[in-house]
């Protein structure tokens, strides 16, 4: 396995700008990401406004494959244009903060430690993240936008709030590592070839 300095120079030499081809990669995962995000469906009948749905799939990988900035871009391009064409900006607000919560995380430490164990551990610790983020944004904005009292979104943090989040996180990561382990040659045939892949 070639070290992760010599990948370095290969898949992340020009930092400071982006290739066509990673370009492209970048817009077809937006529009994928786009596509997913009107595939939802509550899972918790306490708290139907928590819908799950893999549209921070498209971004993970991105992340994976190119680091934090174009997977976060790629998740705000899909939050924008799905509260553009919903008109729900609230949704968007969240969904931004959810995704920069999960996929930063997992992307940075995969960035460092591009093997199999960094990006489980990136996965496990963006899931974490993911959670706790969500909890705040929902205690915050829930009550300010939706109306909803603040004791009866703290009601439901035990019960919906943080199992639909572990949930969704587990999701998330399972599909990004079938997904990035299926297409990651294509996308970045220059990295390192991680061992278990």
Same mark, same amino acid.
């Given at each position: 396995?070639?070290?992760?300095? *010599?990948? *370095?120079? !290969?898949?992340? *030499?020009?930092? !400071? ?10 817009? /077809? =995962? ?6 997913? +995000? %009107?595939?939802?469906? #509550? ?5 139907? %406004? ?8 498209? +971004? ?44 930063? #995380?997992?992307?940075?430490?995969? $960035?460092? !430690? ?5 990006? =489980?551990?990136?996965?496990?610790? +963006? ?10 944004? !929902? /205690?915050?904005?829930? #009550?300010?936008?939706?109306? =909803? #009292? ?13 199992? %639909? ?15 990035? $382990? ?16």
């Amino acid at each position: 396995m070639s070290t992760y300095a *010599q990948n *370095q120079g !290969n898949s992340y *030499q020009n930092t !400071n700008r982006w290739s066509t081809k990673q370009l492209v990669t970048m817009a /077809l =995962m937006c529009a994928i990401a786009i596509l997913l +995000s %009107f595939i939802e469906f #509550p899972i918790f009948p306490a708290a139907s %406004f928590l819908k799950l749905d893999i549209s921070f799939v498209p +971004s993970a990988v991105m992340g994976f494959s190119y680091g934090p900035g174009p997977g976060v871009l790629v998740g705000v391009v899909c939050a924008v244009a799905h509260g553009a064409i919903t008109g729900n900006w609230v949704g968007c607000l969240m969904n931004i903060i959810a995704g920069c919560a999960f996929i930063i #995380p997992a992307s940075a430490i995969y $960035k460092r !430690n591009r093997t199999f164990k960094g990006a =489980m551990i990136g996965l496990v610790v +963006s899931t974490v993240c993911l959670v706790i983020a969500t909890v705040i944004a !929902n /205690l915050v904005i829930d #009550p300010l936008f939706y109306g =909803m #009292p603040f004791e009866v979104v703290a009601g439901l943090i035990a019960p919906a709030i943080v199992p %639909f989040n572990i949930i969704k996180g587990i999701v998330i990561s399972v599909l990004t590592g079938i997904v990035y $382990k299926s297409i990651s040659n294509l996308i970045t045939p220059a990295k390192d070839q991680v061992k278990g892949r």
